[in-house]
């Protein structure tokens, strides 16, 4: 007898109907002592296992609580109630591992309904609910389509140091690396940390992007994507940051600003198809929800979509592209600038769209996602590409509904010395980036990437509000549990 999953037995119940099987799980709930709702997590649907308890020990049946681990032997057959296609008729019950029960009182196993903050403080335990097995299947769905997605259109996946000495956004918002004795740490003769002392004999952090070495891979390679943990020391308390997240990172050779947009629109729009068309079960558990939460709320804040239908309709349209300046002057005439609603009002071209305008763009004015381009060259990266205008870069950012922005890029600056000038002006040394500045001195060729936060996109799909509840184990300022 092979060992099988929930999902594998539904999918094809009716090869197995009339055999017996082994099936392994967690109870989920035991009612009337008859009847077991059993989950192995490879699916939101629970498999019911018939217990007849005159055929079984009574401590057995004793042990059969929630949370229980249990192998059962027994025979599939057609369900009799409702709710169900095929049942279990047990003919041996193993309790694999029973419970503190007492312990089990104060955890979110138990069954009723638990606050989100409550399951985030036992986020070991979460994996056993519907919500987050819901929530992780899909994350698993996306980062599976991602690499799909990319492998398709020939792009090599590139794996980047999480080590770096490099700052490559230029924002100081890094963690530093170091295995020095906090107690004792070596100075030189000026009283400065000398970190030639240190492991790497340098000063180093965790990365903030594998973007600057990716630029190097695709100087060769053509078409790569990274896909891995970014680090940030941004004290962010939202609901949309995250201290550790995984970004995707796509850098291509010979495109682009609107080759970028182009790709970055087709991108998001795979992954979101194929998650409707690989997550229904999930999706559906996920869209009930989401309609449950939107009735909780004042009419006025109700999402005018439920979560299926408004993914379907990310995937139908056109996403609307639009640029800085344009953006800006929309926001200076909307009403909620006029009548100071927002908690950064727009003062004029220059200023940093900050989220409630992006989602102002998004959710009021567009109501489409939007992606907006050349924005002012002070309030973006240095390794962005000047325009012509000699004021804005070839930068690029996709926002979506209910998030803001979910996806950062640009075209490059190719230029060493448009490059090398930039730098100066942002304080970039120019030393420290010395092989970033090769691959502008042995045949530069334009080129254009962008990055994905995947959490975002996970909160989107899944319907999720907190950042927090879209990755196992968040990190954020104050909290490294587990
Ligand atoms: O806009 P960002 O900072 O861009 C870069 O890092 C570029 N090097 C990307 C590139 O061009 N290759 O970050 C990219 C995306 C954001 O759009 C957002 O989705 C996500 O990463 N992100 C975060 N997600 C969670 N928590 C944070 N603290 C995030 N910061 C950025
Ligand atoms: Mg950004």
Known sequence: MNKMTISELLVDYKKFLHHDITIQGWVRAFRSNRFVALNDGSTINNLQIVVDFENFDENIIKNINTASSLKIEGEVVESQGSGQTIEIIAKKICILGDNFTEELQSTILQPKKHS????????????????????????????????????????FYINTPLITG???????????V??????????????????????????????VSGQLEGETAAM???????????????????????????????????????????????????????????????LQFLDKRFAEDQKQKPEKERAKEGLIEKLENV?????????????IEILLNSKENKKRKFVYPIEGWGADL?????????????????????YPKDIKAFYMRMNEDNKTVAAMDVLFPGIGEIIGGSQREERIDVLRQK???????????????????????????????????VLFITGMTNIRDVIPFPRYPKNAEF
């Open 116 to 155: 989100l903050e409550k399951l985030r403080e036992q986020a070991h335990l979460r994996f056993r609910t519907n919500l987050f097995g819901a929530v992780f299947r899909v994350r698993h769905a996306i980062s599976f389509a991602i690499h799909s997605f990319f492998n398709d259109r020939q792009f």
């Open 423 to 457: 730098m100066q002006e942002m304080h970039v040394d120019e030393k420290e980036l010395w092989w970033y500045m090769d691959t502008r001195k042995f045949g530069s060729v334009p080129h254009a990437g962008f990055g994905l936060g995947l959490e975002r996109l």
């Open 220 to 282: 060769g390679l053509g078409r790569i994507y990274t896909f891995g943990p970014t680090f940030r020391a941004e004290n962010s308390n939202t609901t949309r940051h995250l201290a550790e997240f995984w970004m995707i990172e796509p850098e291509v050779a010979f495109n682009n600003l609107e080759d970028n947009i182009d790709l970055a629109e087709d991108f998001l729009k795979y992954v979101i198809q194929y998650v409707l068309d690989h997550c229904k079960d999930d």
């Open 166 to 176: 490099a700052d490559a956004e230029g924002a100081g918002e890094m963690f530093g």
């Open 315 to 327: 995937v139908a349209k056109r996403f609307k592209r639009v640029s800085y300046t344009e953006a």
């Open 178 to 207: 170091s295995n020095f004795d906090f107690n004792n740490i070596p100075r030189d003769e000026n009283g400065e940390v000398d970190y030639s002392q240190d492991f790497f004999g340098r000063k180093t952090n965790l990365t």
């Open 354 to 374: 900050q989220s409630e305008h992006e989602r102002y763009l998004v959710e009021k004015h567009f109501e489409s996602p939007v992606v907006l381009f050349d």
